[in-house]
């Protein structure tokens, strides 16, 4: 069994009299023993990296951290690179199927549990989301103190965030093009759709290299929709290589590593809150430029 202290929760509005029964209430895939089990090893922990005991009083609105327990969990077999660090911020250049954060069977397979234990911060939170199969740039908060100023920076898009893709060729269109649509949640649960009705995600599209068979993209997203680029591509008639989500789900199953999805957060760029000075960090990974004569 594989753990990392990375799950936080703050404590929703319920009737319950100790921490204990809260927990088992809201996470009924997890048995009491289990979490009489995770208190006892000091796996619960308050706001304050402090144990709490499983009979504590339930408070609503109280922080947690509680260590997530992936039984044999897999290994992504890809090495992140640790682009910079100080005081304030560290930006990760992450490889394709490498998750940020713990979701589903990644609890110690994730960006964040590595840099934790590299870094020996557990005080780092991500201050943006990239989906488990792009590669590329990911900034963390490494300091509470300042993390406010930096997630203002995403929150009223004073940050440029630049991709690549490879994608088939759109020769109809006049470039630089604008997609604007309006995107839900689909179906299954992590998919999303476009559909009728006022648009909320915008996202801008250059060709940077016209291939034989596949071109190369550059891709802005103006805002920060789940998925955008992804379905904005695929929309236009130009899935990027490798998706397996869009436009048709791929049959999900044993995890494809010779097929990786050609999308690449490529830079952010940005004022500094704190100093004022302009910063921009730029990925040391590639996209399979070959493709663009050969595809997959």
């Known amino acids: ?95 394709h199927f490498l998750p940020v954060t713990p979701a589903g069977g990644f609890v110690d397979e994730t960006v964040l549990a590595r840099l934790v234990a590299r870094l020996g911060n557990s005080a780092l939170v991500p201050l943006h989301r990239i989906d488990r199969g792009t590669a590329g740039l990911v900034m963390f908060s490494a300091n509470p103190e300042s993390r406010a100023r930096y997630q ?9 965030k630049r991709y690549e893709a490879v994608a088939a060729p759109l020769p109809g269109l006049e470039f630089p093009w604008v997609r604007r649509s309006r995107l839900v949640r689909g179906e299954p649960f992590f998919r999303m759709v476009e559909v009728e009705g006022e648009a909320n995600s915008e996202s801008r599209i250059e060709v940077i290299e016209r291939g034989e068979v596949l071109w190369r993209y550059g891709l802005q997203p103006v805002t920060g929709k789940k998925h955008q680029l992804r379905v904005h591509m695929a929309a236009l008639g130009a899935p990027i290589v490798g998706d397996p989500f869009y436009p048709v789900l791929r049959e999900q199953g044993v995890e494809d590593y010779g097929r990786p999805l050609q999308l690449l957060a490529r830079s952010l760029r940005f004022v500094d809150p704190l100093s004022g000075e302009l910063r921009e960090f730029e990925s040391e990974r590639r996209l399979v430029t070959g493709l663009l004569a050969d595809p997959l």
């Open 1 to 95: 069994m594989k753990s990392t202290p990375w799950s936080r929760l703050q404590l929703p509005p319920g009737a319950w009299t100790t921490l204990l029964d809260g927990l088992c209430a809201r996470f009924p895939a997890i048995d009491r023993t289990t979490w009489l089990d995770r208190f006892a090893r000091g796996r619960v922990l308050d706001a304050r990296g402090e144990p709490v005991a499983a009979d504590a009083t339930y408070r609503v609105g109280m922080e947690i951290r509680y260590f997530r327990e992936v039984r044999d969990e897999s290994v992504v077999p890809f090495e992140m690179s640790v682009l910079h660090v100080d005081e304030h911020l560290v930006v990760v250049d992450k490889p």
């Open 152 to 160: 203002a920076l995403f929150r009223e898009g004073r940050i440029e």
